[in-house]
């Protein structure tokens, strides 16, 4: 089945820095890559998607990029903020086996102010 | 106008207990899931029912038994409850599913086992 890897476990930067959070992926089938991120006491929230047929993906300060060659794929965050400090979690859609969206085991992102 | 809400919030027990979540989702959803996220965050699919049939069994133990009485509702009954059990437990819907879909999760509720 599908196993995702997530780095790293936890980031601390700077209010306006950047951070930027890095996934791989197994099967080679997978076909799309959603972020989440989870606030404290709340369930994940999806912040961005991006499927195998685009490269880049961007909203506003957060951006996505995915190499299937390579078989992973990042969320950037640009001019961070206090209230984007969260758990993020990367996940990827198993197309065999049990066929279901596999997380990765999230990153802990500290925005100081 | 909650999306996607589960019952209780918290629920503290003794072992050995019997004990069930509630979730019931106003999206109009066709797929519902369980999903467990332990004490180091890492988020493990339980269950998925699509239109009421159950689409997705983990290898959990059959302790574990979800019910879906109409496509807007799946509770999950634990039976015998273990501290193992301890988690936070959170159901989610998608349009369709299980995968290529926007998960909406509920806020989770914190399973404490004593």
């Known amino acids: 089945g599908e196993n995702v890897e997530q780095h790293p476990s936890t980031l601390s930067v700077q209010e306006g820095d950047s951070a930027v959070i890095k996934c791989t992926y197994s099967?080679?089938?997978?076909?799309?890559f959603p972020w989440y991120k989870q606030e404290l006491g709340k369930g994940p929230q999806l912040i961005i998607d991006?499927?195998?047929?685009?490269g880049e993906k961007k909203d506003q300060r957060i951006a996505v990029t995915l190499n299937k060659t390579a078989k992973h794929f990042s969320l950037h965050i640009t001019e961070t903020q206090p209230e984007d400090s969260a758990v993020y979690f990367c996940?990827?859609?198993?197309?065999?086996?049990?066929?279901?969206?596999?997380f990765g085991s999230g990153t802990r992102l500290q925005v100081q102010p | 106008d909650t999306a996607v809400s589960q019952t209780p919030k918290y629920l503290v027990t003794q072992m050995g207990n019997d004990k069930s979540i509630k979730c019931e989702q106003n999206?109009?959803?066709?797929?519902m899931y369980w999903y467990k996220q332990d004490s180091k965050k890492f988020l493990k699919i339980m269950f998925s029912?699509?239109?009421?049939?159950?689409?997705i069994n983990e290898t959990v133990p059959n302790r574990f038994s979800p019910k879906s009485p109409d496509k807007a509702h799946l509770n999950l009954h634990i039976n015998s409850l273990e501290l193992g059990d301890s988690a936070v437990y959170f159901c989610?819907?998608?349009?369709?599913?299980?995968?290529?879909?926007?998960?909406?999760f509920g806020s989770g509720t914190q399973l404490s086992v004593l």
């Open positions: 989610a819907s998608s349009q369709g599913g299980p995968i290529n879909e926007k998960l909406f």
């Open positions: 099967d080679s089938a997978s076909n799309y």
């Open positions: 991006i499927r195998s047929n685009v």
């Open positions: 996940a990827a859609s198993a197309q065999t086996g049990r066929r279901a969206l596999t």
């Open positions: 999206l109009g959803h066709d797929t």
């Open positions: 029912y699509n239109n009421k049939e159950l689409i």
